[in-house]
């Protein structure tokens, strides 16, 4: 079973849409990430959820949702896409925050044309 | 967080020690030395982490200095299969942070 599962792996779209990408985790970690891996390869962190709570949020626009049903799973939302949204997405966990030994999904690559 | 310096592409022979080089010269006493790759078309993968003393584990070793301010990732072994971005990322009490990393080819 993989760890870390993203789906879907690619994804294209519209600018204007909304599309949402979803991540499941198996490991029982209590932390999840979200990271965005543009076209320079850059990795930057978007979100970090504990326990389905909220506790990092980086200079991300508001059209970017996080959502956390329950702490094996958080999905992300994305409204009005925008060209400069087409990235690598990455989800991760782990079991804390502090020495964080992060387990990363396959990725979604989104294109918005 | 500290920031790191590490080369931007390595070669390797197959078969041979791959030693990967970083600089963090300004760590502080409370933060660690994170080692992460990134295989083509995947998502980073952990190898290891230490503070001050050196590590081993089944991927790789890392060697600290004893002033903190430089580490090497060493792969003792390298194969076809280590090709990859690798990462080297200085951490406290916040996310972890990745760089540019250095691009390591394994050559056969």
């Known amino acids: 079973d993989t760890a870390v599962s993203q789906t879907p792996k690619y994804l294209v779209t519209q600018m204007g849409n909304d599309k949402s990408i979803k991540c499941e985790q198996n490991l029982g970690h209590d932390t999840m990430y979200w990271y965005k891996q543009d076209s320079k390869k850059f990795l930057k962190i978007m979100f970090s959820?504990?326990?389905?709570?909220?506790?990092i949020n980086e200079t991300v626009p508001n059209r970017f949702s996080p959502k956390s049903p329950d702490k094996a799973h958080l999905n992300l939302h994305i409204n009005s896409l925008e060209l400069g949204d087409s990235a690598v997405y990455f989800c991760a966990s782990s079991q804390g925050t502090v020495l964080e030994k992060l387990f990363f999904g396959s990725g979604t690559q989104l294109s918005v044309l | 967080d500290a920031k790191t310096t590490q080369p931007t592409s390595m070669d390797c022979a197959e078969g041979r020690a791959a030693n990967l080089p970083c600089n963090h010269s300004?760590?502080?006493?409370?933060?660690?030395v994170y080692w992460y790759r990134q295989i083509h078309s995947q998502g980073p993968q952990y190898i290891i982490h230490g503070l001050k003393n050196n590590e081993t584990n089944e991927m790789a070793s890392l060697i600290i200095t004893e002033d903190r301010k430089s580490s090497t990732l060493i792969l003792p072994h390298a194969t076809l299969r280590d090709t990859a971005v690798y990462y080297c990322i200085v951490k406290g009490n916040t996310p972890l942070v990745f760089g540019k990393g250095t691009r390591l080819s394994v050559i056969a």
């Open positions: 959820y504990n326990n389905k709570e909220l506790i």
């Open positions: 300004t760590i502080s006493g409370n933060e660690y």
